[in-house]
């Protein structure tokens, strides 16, 4: 999975106001993955060529290169850099493997890893091409494990239970309980990178420097400004990576990023509006734009102890009377979908709630005027006629044209909504610490259903507490029944019992979701560019027409 934490999405790139958020949640910074014998594999094209250098133009942050912390810019580049045991397809729960061929599970909470032969490091210091061993990989995970920089770590510190190296190429785990998801966290982008232990051991900084065993090696990283890698020599997967090189520039606004693609010194520009990119086709017929359903959304949490938020009528009508299909149209464009809990683009809506349900829990079909009309009735109801309220919101523009639209449209029942813009690490301090009345949240794109719905655990998506002071007996045990349901049929079936709980009680009531575009010069072949997630930071197979 792809769990960059709650707070991250869109709040850490540079975008442009009201039309930003109809270039998607979250710019993904690649373009697809490897997977075989999929519905959006390529068809049958000419032989792929080998050579040249890929340039992505992007307005998202480089910070560096520890796969353990990056999220922006970054985190496309290591994913190329350094390997993994292996990953778990968000769409079916396959599994992919890298650099494990295989894995064992002799009892509920053991899982073997048996690493590939003769995958080796860089030939770069410290390692200098020696064989990657299972010691790597333990460290690497007890690595992430006590990272106080390293976010959302649930499943490092309340399911793992041991890491071992049995041999150099054999690799145990044990978790304290049955856990379904325990796969799709050792091989997650930022989790699973495997480090050489000499990186580790010696502490050395991962700012601008990187030594994996992926298909591209470092040649160049300068933060905050681009990088370039270069096609690994050794990879055990050969001839694959087809180029010679990827490279990545970070541009300060959309605008320079699109002129960038006209002018040809980038070949794509991922995650841009649908506005922006279709624009760009219509300059010219040899760009080819891609969309991409977005993992990630937006919601508004309530802290429910706090007066007369505790009042489920009051939760109620703030739900009725938030207009979802006018934000839809006004912020992303038309390109967006509502949603429950849980996000629909996840596994084509395998997980999710269907658009009835969610639908029916604030109004169906009723027209807004008759849902205005019953929100004010229930707020007369509860004595909170011209309640007031402090909505917290990340400093960021494309968050902020939302929150104004969410304060016209609650002034519309009499809610009067007072804006509280924030900086990113005090808005998530605060929502860690449930020191909010209302706040608007910008989730990651999640690529299983359990971080989503642990924000209605009463422990909360860490462990630590409810950030909205909520608690429900049934709620929390149909989530905990879900962490050992191995049959994913009915799995579903209770974590889709468990959302629709959820919907009607409101400690969350979810906005929407929307779609990303990303656009390329027709030279840059096998894009794939409809994968979820984190299997577009892992492509490697794109390749350039002459």
Not at 218 to 236: K, Q
Not at 337 to 362: E, T
Not at 468 to 474: H, I, L, R
Request: one cysteine or more.
């Amino acid at each position: 999975m792809t769990d960059r934490g709650y707070w991250w999405t869109y709040t850490r790139a540079r975008v442009s106001r009201r039309r930003a958020l109809a270039g998607g949640l979250v710019a993904a910074a690649g373009a697809a993955a490897w997977t075989c014998g999929r519905d959006d594999e390529p068809p049958a094209i000419a032989a792929p060529r080998a050579g040249g250098a890929l340039r992505t133009g992007t307005t998202l942050p480089f910070s560096g290169l520890d796969p353990q912390t990056e999220a922006g810019t970054g985190l496309a580049i290591t994913a190329r850099l350094y390997g993994y045991l292996l990953h778990v397809d968000p769409r079916d729960d396959s599994i992919i493997y890298d650099q494990a061929e295989g894995v064992e599970q002799p009892d509920a909470t053991t899982y073997l890893f048996n690493l590939r032969p003769g995958v080796k490091f860089h030939d770069l210091e410290p390692t200098r091409g020696r064989e990657l061993v299972a010691d790597d990989v333990v460290q690497s995970i007890e690595r992430f494990r006590n990272n106080p920089i390293a976010t959302t770590k649930t499943f490092h510190s309340t399911v793992l239970d041991r890491v071992e190296a049995v041999d150099a190429k054999t690799v145990r785990v044990t978790t304290k309980r049955p856990f379904v998801y325990s796969l799709a966290y050792l091989g997650d982008i930022s989790a699973g990178a495997i480090l050489a232990k000499e990186l580790i051991e010696q502490e050395l900084s991962l700012y601008e420097a990187a030594v994996g065993s992926g298909p591209f090696q470092l040649a160049r990283s300068a933060p905050p400004d681009g990088a370039r890698i270069v096609r690994n020599p050794s990879y055990f997967r050969t001839p694959i990576p087809y180029l010679d090189a990827m490279e990545w520039q970070v541009f300060s606004s959309d605008k320079a990023k699109q002129e960038a693609l006209r002018n040809h010194t980038v070949d794509a520009v991922p995650a841009g509006s649908r506005r922006d990119v279709l624009g760009l086709a219509d300059e010219d017929g040899d760009i080819e734009v891609a969309a991409e359903p977005s993992l990630s959304w937006l919601a508004l949490g309530f802290r429910m102890d706090v007066p007369p938020l505790h009042d489920p009528r009051v939760r109620g009508a703030m739900d009725l009377a938030l207009d979802r299909d006018a934000m839809i149209r006004d912020i992303a464009s038309g390109d967006g979908r509502i949603l429950g809990p849980v996000n629909p683009h996840l596994a084509d809506g395998y997980w999710s709630l269907g658009d009835d349900d969610v639908r029916n829990a604030f109004g169906g079909p009723a027209p807004m005027e008759e849902r205005r009309a019953a929100a004010r009735q229930l707020l007369a109801t509860a004595a909170a006629e011209g309640a007031s309220f402090r909505m917290q919101v990340v400093n960021a523009p494309a968050l902020l044209d939302l929150a104004g639209l969410l304060k016209e449209q609650l002034l519309q029942v009499g809610i009067v909504l007072e804006l509280e813009p924030l900086d990113l690490l005090v808005w998530f301090t605060n929502f860690r610490r449930g020191a909010f009345q209302v706040t608007l949240v910008s989730h990651a794109p999640y690529e299983t259903p359990d971080i989503p719905l642990r924000f209605f655990h009463s422990r909360g998506p860490d462990e630590t507490g409810s950030p909205f002071a909520f608690a429900d007996g049934t709620t929390d045990s149909l989530i905990e029944r879900s962490w050992g349901e191995t049959n994913r049929e009915q799995r579903r079936r209770t974590l889709q019992d468990a959302q629709k709980l959820m919907i009607s009680q409101r400690p969350m009531t979810e906005l929407f979701t929307s779609v990303g575009y990303s656009a390329a010069w027709s030279t840059v072949k096998n894009r794939r560019p409809g994968l979820p997630g984190s299997l577009a930071q892992y492509h490697y197979e794109q390749w350039l027409a002459e």
